[in-house]
């Protein structure tokens, strides 16, 4: 049961079985999760007439010692105030992630050798945002610039808001060792120098053994990676790049090792078409 509620509460279809491909007749949803450690496999499928059960495969032996962290495209900094027990106490249209995260803003920061460690990540983010990120007693977040005092997060730029989430995931070790982070589309409100930062945080996240799973449309992010993944601190790190594209039985998958071993990459694609139209249009004036 707990595993069909947090993919309804996560993913919010009306029942279960709408999750799995829409065609006529009978559908089954099949998911399946392969670790380095085995006792961390689990397997479990569901059916399209599914309401809130899913039959379970395979059961893991034991849990990760973590919990994965989830960034979605907006901040949460300005929603977090009140935002958990609202959420526990009512029925809400938000997906359940959002709960998740806030649940791990609100921790308490690293004190001892691991806030050491947090420091050397948090620097360059902080000089970039231009202050510290802290939390008071009535459960805000303000931005603390030197001299000038706390400034409220919704007058901070909504880009650096999405920074100041990772500067607080980091300074409570949520983001810190072990662990896995999920960033949907980091790119967001954020210009090209901050996205140079947030790529080379990202790297030295998986530095501190982070496994980092990112979604992007943003080609000049992926170049950044690729980038940034020569420079020899970064050049044992390991990284596989994926493309989704509609096909006839579903969702056809490539992978590589590199943005080039990828056939059918749509953000490349029309980058390189609208470069092509540009250079028409200039040859016509």
């Not at 509620?5 to 993913?11: E, G, I, Q, R, W």
């Not at 599914?50 to 010692?65: D, F, G, R, Y």
């Not at 960033?183 to 080379?200: C, G, K, M, Q, S």
Request: charged residues 30%.
């Amino acid at each position: 049961m707990a595993y069909a509620d947090k993919l309804v509460h996560v993913l919010r279809p009306e029942t279960l079985g709408r999750l799995s491909r829409r065609r006529q007749g009978r559908e089954r949803c099949e998911l399946r999760f392969d670790f380095d450690d085995p006792a961390l496999n689990c397997e479990l499928s569901f059916s399209t007439n599914s309401k809130s059960e899913v039959n379970i495969e395979q059961l893991p032996a034991q849990w990760q010692k973590k919990a994965p962290v989830f960034l979605p495209t907006r901040e949460l900094m300005t929603l977090y105030p009140g935002f958990v027990p609202l959420y526990e106490s009512h029925y809400l249209e938000f997906e359940e992630t959002y709960r998740d995260t806030c649940l791990l803003l609100g921790r308490p920061t690293l004190k001892g050798p691991r806030e050491k460690r947090a420091a050397r990540l948090l620097v360059p983010l902080e000089e970039a945002i231009g202050g510290k990120v802290v939390l008071d007693k009535n459960g805000r977040f303000y931005l603390k610039i030197p001299g000038q005092g706390n400034m409220e997060m919704p007058l901070v730029a909504e880009g650096l808001r999405k920074l100041a989430m990772l500067i607080r995931l980091i300074a409570t070790g949520s983001l810190l060792d072990k662990g896995v982070l999920f960033w949907d589309e980091p790119e967001t409100t954020l210009n090209p120098r901050l996205i140079r930062l947030v790529a080379r945080a990202i790297l030295e996240l998986c530095r501190e053994g982070i496994q980092v799973f990112v979604a992007t449309h943003s080609l000049f992010l992926l170049r950044e990676f690729e980038v940034l993944s020569k420079e020899k601190h970064f050049s044992r790190l390991r990284s596989r790049y994926f493309a989704l594209t509609p096909g006839e039985a579903g969702v056809d998958v490539e992978q590589g090792d590199a943005v080039e071993e990828l056939e059918t990459l749509v953000l490349l694609d029309e980058e390189l078409q609208q470069s092509d139209r540009y250079m028409e249009m200039e040859g016509q004036r």
